[in-house]
């Protein structure tokens, strides 16, 4: 299990962008499969994006695709996610998750959150 805590979220108009980062704490970060769910008021989780443990593969949902970008840094222990051209409906809070299975993480979520960290946008 790996500690992960989120932060860069915050308030921003549509069609702006913001550029949300995860620590994580573990010797084994590098081999956890890492993603960003987001979860709206009153609405279930959704997988927003992942990347595979070496950062080989990604993943994102189709409502971000083209605009959201993961990316991970080993060395850091980091994950990101840029978020452009966002979207009133972008606002919701957004949690770091990590899985050794990429498959997992994806499909059911991770074995490890963050706190998550609230993202805002405003039309």
């Known amino acids: 299990q790996v500690h992960l805590v989120e932060s860069g979220g915050g308030a921003a108009q549509a069609g702006g962008s913001l550029r949300l980062s995860c620590a994580a704490s573990?010797?084994?970060?590098?081999?956890?499969?890492m993603g960003w769910f987001r979860q709206a008021p009153g609405k279930e989780r959704d997988f927003v994006a992942a990347i595979s443990s070496t950062g080989g593969t990604t993943y994102y949902a189709g409502s971000v695709s083209g605009r959201f970008a993961i990316a991970r840094d080993n060395s850091k222990n980091t994950v990101h996610l840029q978020m452009n051209d966002l979207k009133p409906e972008d606002t919701a809070i957004y949690y770091c998750?990590?899985?050794?299975?990429?498959?997992?993480?994806?499909?059911?979520?991770?074995?490890?959150w963050g706190q998550g960290t609230q993202v805002t946008v405003s039309g």
């Open positions: 998750a990590a899985d050794h299975d990429a498959m997992v993480l994806v499909n059911t979520g991770g074995s490890s």
């Open positions: 573990g010797r084994s970060f590098s081999s956890y499969a």
